[in-house]
């Protein structure tokens, strides 16, 4: 069998999965006979399917070396494999540990954290924190204190819409993008998730943006690049237009939602907001604008992005507390305690990233690890400063995937 035909069978494959789960299968741009066909047939047993994805891992295993510029694409795909069978095991009721869970899904493994860790951490918010706001416990001051930053909701859509115009006008000066593409965005309730971008296909994407809780002014432009400019929406258009319309390399014309492709797509997202927007320019944007439009006083920036910047530090805690409960280390109560704790979100909030949590497990890796594989990973290459040559290497890591792993061992040659 030859890496197209592998490739074929992969899709078919991912298809038949998504029958037994209605969000494994998160785009889907390949022929539409095939998934009309999986639609249409009574669902594989499981047990088949692990079969043959033993099958197709087993073939891919055995293919020769191919040439030069096709060998990220058959190990990417492998690895691939590797996620679809160990989703179906798991599907199947082996469920493994959050790390070996993580690894066999995503090719990565989030590092080890302890509660003194974030201590550490929690103890420089608290100084930033403005001394009129007062009392001992740190999430009811930060909560206090971020009232004044939440965009009032017949505000949100000009506010949300100026940062993803100014999101995509950044990112086309850098990346050749099709002149059709577009997206749509669409506000919705009781999600798990705070944005969601649905890819689908020729271009475009909806961009649904979760209101069930207030968003804060930081969140527009993380929103904006994460889910648009650079982040989904321009990585599927360039996989879409690039990889399977002009290579014709099939695998890609779907996107199994766990599996290594989410730990690029998530990292890059993540890290896209900041080579769009770094620092200074960031600054000057939401002061002159979002600030303003969402009725904010832009005095209160600077303090406001200082704080932020810290309780990024803390982004890991998410991680150690789903590997805690979703191993049975720590009940319900005790999650929720430590995500009010240690992620200072509030009680409502920690409770929707709970769900989050216990509806996608291990995915959570893939935010603040991705963001920090793939910031590596570039910044070996481009360095920090380099603005133009960042923009670079992340649109052609977008253009060639790489799972955590391929480029991790890239850091080490």
Known sequence: MTLNQIAEHYVKLVLAVGQHDAGYVDAYIGPSSWQNEAQQLPATPLSELLTQADALLQQADAL?????????????????????????????????????ESKALYDAVSPELTTADLDITLAELA????????????????????????????????????????????????VALPEHESFQVAYVTDKVWSAYNWYKGNSHSLI??????????????????????????????????????????????????????????EGSANYGIEVAFPHAERMQFEQEVLFPLAGIDPAKAERYYQIQAVLQKLSYAGNMVAQQYLDGMIDKDAALAMLMKYSLSDADRSAQRLRFIEHLRSY??????????????????????????????????????????????????
């Open 64 to 100: 020769p070396a191919p040439p030069q510029d096709q060998l990220e694409r058959q190990e990417f795909l492998r690895l691939q494999l590797h996620a679809v069978k160990a989703f179906i095991a798991q599907l199947n009721g082996s469920k493994l540990p959050f790390d070996a």
């Open 127 to 174: 100084t930033l924190l403005p001394l009129e706001i007062q009392g001992s416990d740190l999430n009811a001051r930060l909560s206090a204190y971020n009232k004044a930053f939440e965009i009032p909701r017949d505000k949100l859509d000009a506010v949300f819409t100026a940062a993803i115009n100014e999101a995509r006008a950044r990112t086309r000066r850098y």
């Open 208 to 265: 649904e943006v979760n209101t069930d809780f207030p968003m804060f002014i930081s969140r527009a432009i993380d929103l904006a690049s994460h889910e648009a400019y650079p982040g989904h929406h321009v990585f599927n258009v360039l996989i879409e237009n690039e990889l399977v319309k002009e290579k014709g390399w099939i695998e890609y014309a779907i996107y199994p939602l766990y599996s290594p492709m989410s730990f690029l797509a």
């Open 364 to 413: 959570v890796i893939n935010y603040n690890l991705g963001q920090d594989v793939v910031q590596a990973y570039i910044e070996k290459r481009a360095g920090a400063e380099n603005q133009a040559l960042r923009w670079q290497v992340l649109t052609d890591l977008l253009r060639s995937p790489k799972s955590a792993s391929m480029m991790t061992d890239s850091l080490l040659a």
